[in-house]
């Protein structure tokens, strides 16, 4: 079996890890410059989750009980 991998050991053919590295390299300043996510649509989220699960149980209460 040959030996793929040259001298230099992490040559990438494709370049993709060269690409991903740039791309977040460049995306690194604008990351710490955005503001966090408001809580209003998670809030949403855990609402509708919990409302899930009470319509699963009543559901669930009515079919056993």
Do not use: K
């Not at 991903?20 to 955005?34: C, L, N, Y």
Request: hydrophobic share 50%; no cysteine.
């Amino acid at each position: 079996m040959a030996n793929t991998q040259g001298p230099q050991g992490n040559y990438d053919p494709a370049g993709s890890t060269q690409m991903f590295r740039a791309f977040v390299d460049e995306g690194a300043p604008q990351s710490r410059r955005q503001a966090p996510a408001p809580a209003g649509p998670r809030i949403g989220l855990i609402v509708g989750i919990v409302a899930a699960v009470a319509v699963v149980a009543a559901v669930a209460w009515l079919a056993f009980g």
